[in-house]
């Protein structure tokens, strides 16, 4: 049974950059078939998809136009999770954000969220 | 990217049938066979309850349904139950490599 655990700060100041990691369980990052998301949420803007690290021989990497300026997903390989990085964060980055395997197909899997408010 | 449009609420009595729209561009929806609608509730992780326009995973209701025409992906609730009342959002994949999400439809139960 894959889980993903997250963990990171629940409140981040303005300015400053928001870092979660999800430690990855009965899976490995390394898998061909698979991506690693992440993904947030909050009232005012509903369902956001932020970005995608995945392993083809090589890894790569997609961000979402609106932070990809902002954004960096890393591997960790050795500890078989991976990380987000979202730097001078504002008010409204404010959400619940979730890790993902696979998460728009019937084997996805989520991390158990973790609400991150920014605020000074 | 901007998301996909969905209407923001949709509701019938039990028994009724409904439909959610998802409308994208060319770039999206009109291109991939990757569209997803998710059934959501508050503090709970989005569940898939189509993938690929229009397959249903083994533990959904076949009450669901997908399809899709031109750039407008739709999912179809047929029997409506309370217990369908929740979020409803759909994704598409994008000629840009990334994901996009739709904008959310509040299903009510009358």
């Known amino acids: 049974q894959v889980q993903l655990q997250q963990s990171g700060p629940g409140l981040v100041k303005p300015s400053q950059t928001l870092s979660l990691t999800c430690a990855i369980s009965g899976d490995s990052i390394f898998s061909d078939f698979s991506a690693w998301h992440w993904i947030r949420q909050s009232p005012s803007r509903g369902l956001e998809w932020l970005g995608r690290?995945?392993?083809?021989?090589?890894?790569?990497?997609d961000y979402a136009v609106s932070v990809q300026s902002r954004i960096t997903i890393n591997p960790d390989t050795s500890k078989n999770q991976f990380s987000l990085h979202l730097n001078s964060v504002i008010p409204e980055d404010t959400a619940i954000y979730y890790c993902?395997?696979?998460?728009?197909?019937?084997?996805?899997?989520w991390g158990q969220g973790t609400l991150v408010t920014v605020s000074s | 990217q901007s998301a996909l449009t969905q209407p923001a609420s949709v509701s019938g009595s039990p028994g009724q049938s409904i439909t959610i729209s998802c409308t994208g561009s060319s770039s999206d929806v009109g291109s991939y066979k990757y569209v997803s609608w998710y059934q959501g509730h508050p503090g709970k992780a989005p569940k898939v309850m189509i993938y690929e326009v229009s397959t249903r995973p083994s533990g959904v209701s076949n009450r669901f349904s997908g399809s899709k025409s031109g750039n407008t992906a739709s999912l179809t609730i047929s029997g409506l139950q309370a217990e369908d009342e929740a979020d409803y959002y759909c994704s598409s994949y994008t000629s840009s490599n990334t994901y996009v999400f739709g904008s959310g439809t509040r299903v009510t139960v009358l």
């Open positions: 993902t395997r696979d998460f728009d197909s019937p084997s996805g899997y």
């Open positions: 690290a995945y392993y083809r021989s090589k890894w790569l990497t």
